[in-house]
């Protein structure tokens, strides 16, 4: 016969039985809480360089720094550095204890502006705040600065890839040339730009000769370069503003520092009256217009 008391125990026995199993089982991992760390903002840190050789190691490794929504330094987070030009040692590469992560960049052979992006991501590989960052450097031709000696003169002017440029001669290839014979004639020499001064000295020389500033620049002659000229006013206050570069560069090769004195540019002052050309002196830095039968100081230039 069963008594309410034998069902009782019946089901109190199967109830200790599943709930002695269930405690042999594995705890379920606890739910991650909404104050756990997680891979929040990317930042770019240290200063980072302008311009560098094309094909050769950029010299500062690019580094990164990945905080948490606390704003501490994030551990473990998945960093990706792609290059659009060249490549890196190590593209992909994870945060260490101090959150941050660092790629060496190659660059490619292209001469320019080359590009990488740098992304991190959090643990369900979505980006995170900051991503992508994007950063250019200027890939160089060459490896020639303002001031090296470079064709037969000093650079004093370089093009943004350091492939072309200017130079000057070392030393003064005369200290008392007229700009012209006569202060009369108008030449026709109006360029005052950059790279003018080639068609101005050709202009003194058919109006003026060859005895004075111009003639004396396109008669000279440098380590088998021959193409010289009087610089533009344009290229003279470059010259001027790069003096302290040039000089060194002159004095480190035979020549001579610049006077402080007046230099005539090619470019004529007034066209239309014709009697002045215009000069740039040394002791100021000021352009003046000088009348074309005083004496002054010649340097010569020309393009590479």
């Excluded at 890196?88 to 292209?110: E, M, R």
């Excluded at 001579?256 to 066209?271: G, I, P, R």
Aim: aromatic fraction near 10%; glycine fraction near 10%.
């Amino acid at each position: 016969m069963k008594t309410p008391f034998g069902s009782f125990w019946s089901a109190f026995l199967l109830i200790a039985f599943l709930f002695v199993g269930c405690s042999e089982d594995e705890d379920p991992p606890a739910p991650k809480q909404d104050n756990d760390p997680v891979a929040t903002k990317i930042k770019l840190l240290g200063a980072l360089p302008q311009t560098a050789m094309h094909l050769d190691t950029v010299e500062t490794p690019y580094q990164v720094l990945v905080t948490d929504q606390n704003g501490d330094p994030f551990p473990g987070a998945k960093v990706k550095f792609t290059a659009l030009q060249g490549s890196f040692l190590t593209a992909d590469t994870i945060t260490n204890s101090d959150g941050k992560a660092s790629a060496v960049w190659i660059l490619g052979s292209y001469i320019g502006w080359q590009a990488i992006r740098i992304s991190a991501f959090d643990a369900d590989g979505n980006a995170i705040e900051g991503s992508p960052i994007q950063v250019a450097i200027n890939a160089k031709a060459t490896d020639l600065q303002i001031g090296d000696y470079h064709e037969g003169g000093i650079i004093y002017y370089l093009d943004f890839v350091a492939e072309h440029g200017y130079v000057v001669s070392i030393s003064d290839l005369d200290t008392a040339a007229p700009w012209c014979n006569s202060a009369s004639p108008t030449t026709g020499a109006d360029g005052t730009v950059l790279g003018t001064g080639m068609q101005n000295t050709a202009d003194i020389i058919a109006s003026c000769g060859m005895d004075n500033a111009a003639g004396i620049a396109d008669a000279f002659s440098e380590n088998g370069f021959d193409d010289w000229y009087l610089p533009s006013k344009e290229a003279l206050i470059d010259i001027y503003h790069n003096r302290e570069k040039i000089n060194a560069g002159a004095l480190a090769n035979g020549g001579t520092e610049f006077s402080l004195a007046k230099y005539w540019a090619s470019s004529e002052f007034d066209v239309g009256m014709g009697d002045k050309g215009y000069s740039l002196d040394f002791s100021t830095g000021n352009t003046i217009g000088v009348v074309k039968t005083d004496s002054l100081r010649v340097r010569a230039v020309r393009a590479f």
